[in-house]
């Protein structure tokens, strides 16, 4: 597509529940990366993809949050027992690759309420 | 990453003034670094970025400025324009993971016809 695609926009959940996040990157960039924004601070970073690796999975707060990215192209965010502190706004970027200089773009983003 | 309250710094300009949005940056290691626009509902926007063998890079209306020596990072945006009006974020990134970026606190422009 033109851009990064990010499904849902919007999701409503009850504490407890498993949420899945959907992101389409821009056709052809093999590198994919996750990030969390909250309210009023800049987005936090995740997780990144190369191909279909984790390159780098520091930014994940717990185990109850796990990516894949199976055919490295889309790639699903995943998170277990839901609680209140994760809603928040799930950003979804790619680029070229992973090498300096080259723009990430990011998606609209997915916003995460949990209640 | 840095963090940030609710109580992000604020500009307000008129139109057609020129502004400048100022960011520091914490880790002395970054060779990369981005401007992001946010508008409310949407994905950051990129703007223009900057490498470290650089002090001052220049696109359509806007001109990023790095300062190594202290670490600071300005974006300055010519004839600013109501559409400019929106939240505005640094970012660095370096080292062996190039897309991991650390966002530093944004900046609420607000243009005024």
């Known amino acids: 597509g033109a851009g990064v695609s990010q499904t849902p926009s919007n999701k409503v959940t009850e504490k407890g529940k498993y949420v899945e996040l959907r992101c389409d990157p821009i056709?052809?960039?093999?590198?994919l990366y996750w990030y969390r924004q909250s309210l009023g601070q800049g987005p936090e970073f995740l997780i990144y993809?190369?191909?279909?690796?984790?390159?780098?999975d520091s930014g994940l707060p717990n185990d109850r949050f796990f990516a894949v990215r199976p055919e490295g192209s889309v790639s699903t965010l995943k998170i277990q027992r839901t609680e209140r502190g994760d809603s928040a706004v799930y950003l979804c970027?790619?680029?070229?690759?992973?090498?300096?200089?080259?723009?990430?773009?990011f998606g609209e983003g997915s916003w995460l309420t949990v209640v | 990453g840095e963090s940030v309250g609710l109580h992000l710094p604020t500009l307000s300009v008129q139109e057609g003034d020129n502004s400048i949005i100022n960011c520091a940056y914490s880790?002395?290691?970054?060779?990369?670094f981005i401007w992001y626009k946010q508008e409310s509902g949407k994905g950051p926007q990129f703007i223009i970025d900057?490498?470290?063998?650089?002090d001052k890079r220049q696109g359509q209306r806007v001109t990023v400025l790095l300062n190594k020596t202290v670490k600071h990072l300005s974006l300055q945006i010519a004839a600013t324009q109501p559409g400019d009006s929106a939240v505005y974020f640094c970012?660095?990134?370096?080292?062996?993971?190039?897309?991991?970026?650390?966002f530093g606190q944004g900046t609420i422009l607000t243009v005024h016809p």
């Open positions: 056709s052809g960039h093999t590198a």
């Open positions: 993809f190369q191909g279909t690796g984790a390159a780098d």
């Open positions: 970027a790619s680029s070229s690759d992973g090498n300096s200089g080259n723009t990430i773009y």
């Open positions: 970012a660095e990134s370096g080292g062996t993971s190039y897309g991991k970026l650390t």
């Open positions: 900057i490498r470290s063998n650089m």
């Open positions: 880790n002395s290691a970054s060779d990369y």
